[in-house]
Each structure stands twice: as structure tokens, then as C-alpha cells.
């Protein structure tokens, strides 16, 4: 158990839909870190929040935003679903004070969505 | 622009031998490397990682080697066992800058009885 919380698991919608992905940190992390792993991609950096604030972007689509609450949560927000978005998405956290840099990250056990 | 590549998508070895996992990378910036193992149904776990200014780390069965003027570096698991049947993503990150952790897209490592 790596102590980071994905919610949900398992989710399926249709085209056009908007989800939300949430994410739980481990205790005392303050940088979470959102990837997405399409059918045999490799892990596709999205979006990283250092205590509240965006420090870094990668591909993420325009469609897609995210965030970071006060109590360190982070929400994953993917709107007007095209089959294509039908991945993994995992979150990860970081013990990293700085909030520059990765170094080891601790991965939830993903999100599934699949979109019809 | 793929910068982080493991061109084996498959590997095959039987129980008790040794596995290497390799891993190329264009960047030059990048300065910290790391392998991760993922199991089915669960997300990337931390295997270990090396900094630039190594050429090998090792942690009991694995050890990492890094050739900085290849930009290559390989996983070495000796002996092989059937729990290490997984994918392995190799890593890479500039610290000093701005960029992420960047995985190459993994290798299915089978570990054969």
C-alpha cells in the first residue's frame, strides 16, 4: 500500500461526458503529480500541484484541468470525453519539500476510464 | 518525441538466471534515473534509481548501471524469481530543471519456472 487514494477504481461513460478523478496523497506529501497510461503507452506526464499551486504542465489537454485543495486532495477533471482519453490515470505523490524536482514518486492504483 | 525508450516490450528468463532490462534516453539534461516494477491491477512501485554522478547502485538482487556518454542504463535482477514477473518502466528527470519524471513505456519482464 503506497498510503496515495485514488477514487473511483473503475469508470465508465460516454462520449461527450465530463468525470472527475480525486486523488488522496500520502500523509505529509505535498506535491501530487497526475499521469496517464494509455493500452501499451508508457506513463504520460499530465500535471503536477506543489501545495495548492500548478508548478509544472505536460501534455494535458485543454480539456482536461486539474487542481490542489487546502487539505492537499487533488481533483482530475476530463471533459468532453473522446474515446481516446479511455486510459489509466494515476496519481502520485512526492515527499519532496522543494516541490522542484520528483525524484521517488509513490502511485495510487490508478483510475480506469473507459469511454463509450 | 519519445526521450525516455525501452525498446524491448517483452522479456523471457528462467527462474534463477539473470534478467536485464535495458533503457535509452536522448535528453542530456537528465541527471536522476529510476525503475519502477508494476504489477497488474496496481500502480508503479519504486525498485531503485541512480544519479548521474554513478555508474551503479545496487540493492540486493538489482542493481542499476548508468552509461551517461550512451545514454543507456540497464536493470540487472540476479537471480531471477517468479514474483519478479512484472512491467518495469524506466525513469528520468532533469532535476535541476523544470521537467518531470519521464518513463519510457515499459517491459514486460516473464520469469519462467
Known amino acids: 500500500d503506497s498510503g496515495v487514494t485514488q477514487t473511483p477504481k473503475h469508470l465508465i461513460t460516454a462520449t461527450g461526458q465530463r468525470v472527475t478523478l480525486r486523488c488522496s496523497p500520502r500523509?505529509?506529501?505535498?506535491?501530487v503529480y497526475w499521469y496517464q497510461q494509455s493500452l501499451d503507452q508508457g506513463l504520460q506526464f499530465l500535471i503536477q500541484y506543489y501545495n495548492g499551486e500548478e508548478r509544472a504542465k505536460g501534455n494535458i489537454l485543454e480539456r482536461f484541468s486539474a487542481q490542489q485543495f487546502p487539505d492537499l486532495h487533488s481533483e482530475l477533471n476530463l471533459s468532453s470525453l473522446e474515446l481516446g482519453d479511455s486510459a489509466l490515470y494515476f496519481c502520485?505523490?512526492?515527499?519532496?519539500?522543494?516541490?522542484?524536482?520528483?525524484?521517488?514518486?509513490?502511485f495510487g492504483e490508478g483510475s480506469r476510464l473507459t469511454v463509450l | 518525441d519519445q526521450q525516455v525508450k525501452q525498446n524491448s516490450p517483452s522479456l523471457s528468463v528462467q527462474e534463477g538466471r539473470i534478467s536485464i532490462l535495458n533503457c535509452d534516453y536522448t535528453n542530456s539534461m537528465f541527471d536522476y534515473f529510476l525503475w519502477y516494477k508494476k504489477y497488474p491491477a496496481e500502480g508503479p512501485t519504486f525498485l531503485i534509481s541512480i544519479s548521474s554522478i554513478k555508474d551503479k547502485n545496487e540493492d540486493g538482487r538489482f542493481t542499476v548501471f548508468l552509461n551517461k556518454s550512451a545514454k543507456h542504463l540497464s536493470l540487472h535482477i540476479v537471480p531471477s524469481q517468479p514474483g519478479d514477473s512484472a512491467v518495469y518502466f524506466c525513469a528520468a528527470e532533469d532535476i535541476q530543471g523544470a521537467q518531470k519524471l519521464v518513463f519510457g513505456q515499459g517491459t514486460r519482464l516473464t520469469i519462467n519456472p
Open positions: 502520485a505523490s512526492s515527499m519532496r519539500t522543494s516541490g522542484v524536482g520528483t525524484g521517488e514518486l509513490f
Open positions: 500523509s505529509g506529501d505535498l506535491s
